[in-house]
């Protein structure tokens, strides 16, 4: 029976990462050219995930550059009786909320801008607090992260609404919409966010707490 507070690391005890088993690890030896195995799936086991702020900080680094071109390129031009007329994420908000649909323009404007710049800033904000030994607010800084890892997949509302439409509208001379550049940038912007927060680990958030516990 462990202490009460104990880590994972200070009773030898490591999370497969590949099937989520718990198991023993021997500490002696342990990162120093030895690597332990896991008894259901035979995984190598590591206390952290490996490289994880070197390859968080690539990913987030990434989706901040794609997200500029995201919105100033068009995600969707509508060509109609040989007239085209191409719309970014925020002419199409702001179109949405002259034309009296401001539920779906708030929709639009929230999943599609504020919540991938969102995600940027707050995985930024958490790799720098880890790369500082901050001790500040562990527990609020790990539900950020588990916030921002769960509304990772809801950016991609824009481009859903995309997909739809272009599948849906060849009129041919009357009216075809096709996905525009700034889709592509989009679409990546938040697949890299995603893997960004995958392969985080919100346990380094702990590791220079000392004693606090939440």
């Given at each position: 029976m462990s202490a009460p507070g104990a880590t994972g690391i200070s009773i030898g005890c490591a999370t497969c990462h590949e099937c989520g088993r718990l198991c023993r690890v021997p500490l002696q030896g342990f990162g120093h050219g030895y690597e332990s195995a896991c008894s259901r799936c035979g995984s190598a086991l590591h206390f952290r995930k490996r490289y994880s702020l070197q390859r968080?900080?690539?990913?987030?680094?990434?989706?901040?550059?794609?997200?500029?071109?995201?919105?100033?390129?068009p995600v969707?031009?509508?060509?109609?009786?040989?007239?085209?007329?191409?719309?970014?994420?925020?002419?199409?908000a702001i179109y949405l909320l002259t034309s009296g649909a401001w539920p779906l323009a708030l929709i639009v404007f929230i999943a599609s801008i504020c919540v991938p710049m969102a995600k940027i800033i707050a995985l930024i904000s958490l790799l720098i607090s880890v790369h500082r030994?901050?001790?500040?607010?562990?527990?609020?800084?790990?539900?950020?992260?588990?916030?921002t890892e769960a509304i990772g997949r809801w950016s991609m509302v824009d481009i859903y609404v995309d997909t739809i439409l272009v599948a849906l509208v060849s009129l041919g001379n009357l009216a075809t919409i096709e996905?525009?550049?700034?889709?592509?940038?989009?679409?990546?912007?938040?697949?890299?966010?995603?893997?960004?927060?995958?392969?985080?680990?919100?346990?380094?958030?702990?590791d220079n707490c000392g004693e606090v516990r939440a």
């Open positions: 968080t900080w690539a990913l987030v680094i990434a989706a901040a550059i794609c997200y500029v071109p995201a919105n100033l390129f969707m031009t509508v060509i109609s009786l040989g007239q085209a007329d191409s719309e970014t994420i925020l002419s199409g030994s901050s001790s500040w607010r562990p527990a609020d800084r790990t539900r950020l992260y588990r916030t996905a525009g550049t700034g889709a592509v940038f989009f679409g990546a912007v938040v697949v890299l966010t995603m893997f960004a927060a995958e392969s985080f680990d919100p346990r380094l958030i702990w």
